[in-house]
């Protein structure tokens, strides 16, 4: 390790006593992937050096705040994983979750297949690829996506992911609620039954998120229609 990132490493603050809570007895793991991320994750470019300070409450317990929102069991697609966020945090806090981590950039897959190996996490799969080229090959129970792209595309690239009666979460923060509202009147369209805003994470304090839920009828996904001239709508 190099005196720089020895020296960023030791930015990285002791997790809070909420951490205990979310994370219980895979404390440890989730304490190794911090440290991932603050030495390895910055020096590859993967997040930025002014996070390593805020890992804790912004990242990693602001993502496993989202796992209450996810059923026992369940099949979970993170789209645009990056660094693992939130995908590697869900399948640390949640072993009986089974994460496939979509990530298109061949840098960042190499990435996260290492940080699953050296932490040993037999429930992630990491997959190559846009979320759009797997339309119609994964159908989750789950699919997440954080800071990916505006709602408008992102329920584009995720709800073809969703299997019928399952649901898509996309963490939004501030924006939720005015990102959602305008997708709304086509959701229905696309095979949605039901859609809101949910806080996570309440007694987390900063940790603190909005999640945009979008959950399918039992038909599924709809794609929209081609108009006549070869657009979507
Ligand atoms: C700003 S990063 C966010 C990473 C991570 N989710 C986080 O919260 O830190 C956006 C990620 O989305 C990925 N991405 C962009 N377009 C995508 C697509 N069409 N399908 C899947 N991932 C995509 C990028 O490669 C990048 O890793």
């Known amino acids: ?6 020296a960023r490493v030791a930015t990285l603050p002791a997790p809070p006593p909420a951490a205990a809570a979310l994370f219980g007895a895979a404390m440890p793991t989730i304490g190794r992937y911090a440290g991932i991320l603050a030495a390895a994750g ?16 912004r ?14 069991g369940a099949h979970v697609v993170d789209v645009g994983s990056g660094a693992g966020l939130p995908g590697v945090v869900l399948a640390i806090a949640r072993p009986d979750l089974r994460v496939s981590l979509v990530e298109p950039l061949l840098r960042r897959t190499v990435f996260l297949a290492e940080t699953v190996e050296a932490l040993g996490l037999r429930n992630v799969e ?6 759009e080229d797997w339309a119609g090959r994964l159908a989750a129970d789950v699919v997440t996506a954080r800071a990916v792209a505006p709602l408008e ?8 992911l969703v299997r019928p009666g399952g649901m898509m979460l996309a963490l939004k923060g501030e924006s939720a609620a005015a990102e959602l509202a305008q997708v709304a009147d086509s959701l229905r369209g696309q095979g949605a039954a039901h859609w809101d805003v949910v806080e996570v994470g309440a007694v987390l ?17 709809v794609p929209p229609r081609k108009t006549a001239r070869g657009k979507r709508r």
Do not use: Y
Not at 126 to 131: H, M, Y
Not at 205 to 212: N, Q
């Open 1 to 6: 390790m190099t005196d720089e990132t020895a």
């Open 42 to 57: 910055v020096e590859r470019g993967l997040i930025g050096p002014r996070e390593v300070p805020r890992l804790w409450d």
């Open 59 to 72: 990242h990693l317990m602001n993502c496993a705040a989202v796992a209450e929102l996810i059923p026992s």
């Open 126 to 131: 990491v997959l190559r690829n846009r979320a």
């Open 153 to 160: 595309r992102l329920v584009g690239w995720c709800l073809p």
């Open 205 to 221: 304090g900063d940790a603190a998120t909005r999640i945009v839920r979008i959950e399918l009828g039992r038909q599924g996904f």
